[in-house]
């Protein structure tokens, strides 16, 4: 059940619009769904690890590439936390654009790969996906996001 209210949350995730969103909000949604990515690759490394449920980790590693794709609109310009804004969002992502969506490009390929992968048996190719996934996860926040 919770699995299926994670898939939701990651569906309608970044709609159209969300650049009109004042900071504030703008930096409360980005957290938000930042978190419901987190809780799907939880679900995802399950299924690695156990074997079990491959099918649904098969879409919620979709979703993320999907996800990925319409994060821009997460990052409205001056939401940062140099902005004053309770957000670990840091003032490189605007200043580098081109690295930080580089590093997005980077997880929607890994996801995509991912779900690619967990469509098929091969064991050792889907552990190895995952780990590039979580990796293009950690890389951005290494060089993005405050480190608290
Ligand atoms: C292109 C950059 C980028 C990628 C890729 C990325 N993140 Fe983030 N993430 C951020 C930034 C920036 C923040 C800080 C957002 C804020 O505080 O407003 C963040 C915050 C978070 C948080 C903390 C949310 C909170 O409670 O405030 C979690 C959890 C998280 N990310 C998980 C993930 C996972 C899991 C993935 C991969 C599936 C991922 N992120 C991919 C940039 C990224």
Same mark, same amino acid.
């Given at each position: 059940?919770? $699995?299926?209210?994670?898939?939701?949350?990651?569906? &309608?995730?970044a709609l159209p619009g969300a650049a009109q969103w004042n900071g504030a909000d703008a930096a409360l949604?980005?957290?938000?769904?930042?978190?419901?990515? /987190? /809780?799907?690759?939880?679900?995802?490394?399950?299924?690695?690890?156990?074997?079990? #449920?491959?099918?649904? &980790?098969?879409?919620?590693?979709?979703?993320?590439?999907?996800? $990925?794709?319409?994060? *821009?609109?997460?990052?409205?310009?001056?939401?940062?936390?140099? #902005?004053?804004?309770?957000?670990?969002?840091?003032?490189?992502?605007?200043?580098? *654009? /081109?690295? !930080?969506?580089?590093?997005?490009?980077r997880l929607m390929n890994e996801a995509a790969i991912l779900a690619q992968a967990l469509r098929g048996? /091969?064991?050792?190719?889907?552990? &190895? &996906?995952?780990?590039?996934?979580?990796? $293009?996860?950690?890389?951005?926040?290494?060089? !993005?996001?405050?480190?608290?």
């Amino acid at each position: 059940m919770r $699995a299926i209210m994670v898939a939701c949350c990651i569906m &309608a995730m970044a709609l159209p619009g969300a650049a009109q969103w004042n900071g504030a909000d703008a930096a409360l949604e980005r957290q938000a769904e930042m978190k419901s990515a /987190d /809780d799907a690759l939880g679900i995802i490394k399950r299924a690695v690890e156990t074997g079990a #449920d491959v099918e649904t &980790a098969g879409l919620y590693a979709r979703a993320i590439a999907d996800w $990925a794709r319409k994060m *821009p609109t997460l990052f409205p310009r001056n939401t940062g936390r140099s #902005d004053g804004l309770k957000t670990a969002a840091l003032a490189e992502i605007w200043s580098q *654009p /081109d690295e !930080f969506n580089r590093r997005l490009a980077r997880l929607m390929n890994e996801a995509a790969i991912l779900a690619q992968a967990l469509r098929g048996n /091969d064991r050792s190719a889907i552990a &190895a &996906a995952y780990a590039e996934t979580a990796d $293009a996860c950690r890389s951005c926040h290494g060089k !993005f996001r405050a480190d608290f």
